[in-house]
């Protein structure tokens, strides 16, 4: 299966910005959906949005919309995940997803190992 890795987390100061990595080695995902998750530790995990490859459209759970925008490069085959005014409640490990599935129904069959991102003065 794709080994999708996460990249790009780290700790950022309120109201700052970082952007997220999703790639897979040696395989492109600009044929896939691709969904972002976010977990606390000890809490239920997160669906933070999702870019389809069909239509190239985006979606976003609806209290992140204006804060967070996923993107595509195609000639990297990588999605990304840029995330500005972020706040302390935004702290969570991050995660990509994918079903292999051109559309936005991602359960998550291949994950990534995750990358933490801590927002804190």
């Known amino acids: 299966q794709v080994q999708l890795v996460e990249s790009g987390g780290g700790l950022v100061q309120p109201g700052g910005s970082l952007r997220l990595s999703c790639a897979a080695s040696?395989?492109?995902?600009?044929?896939?959906?691709i969904a972002w998750f976010r977990q606390v530790p000890g809490q239920e995990r997160e669906r933070v949005g999702c870019?389809?490859?069909?239509?190239?459209?985006?979606y976003y759970k609806d209290s992140l919309k204006g804060r967070f925008t996923i993107s595509r490069d195609n000639a990297k085959g990588t999605v990304y995940l840029q995330m500005n005014s972020l706040k302390p409640e935004d702290t969570a490990i991050y995660y990509c997803?994918?079903?292999?599935?051109?559309?936005?129904?991602?359960?998550?069959?291949?994950w990534g190992q995750g990358t933490q991102v801590t927002v804190s003065s």
């Open positions: 870019t389809s490859s069909s239509d190239g459209n985006t």
């Open positions: 040696q395989v492109s995902l600009d044929y896939y959906a």
């Open positions: 997803a994918t079903d292999y599935s051109p559309d936005c129904w991602v359960t998550g069959i291949s």
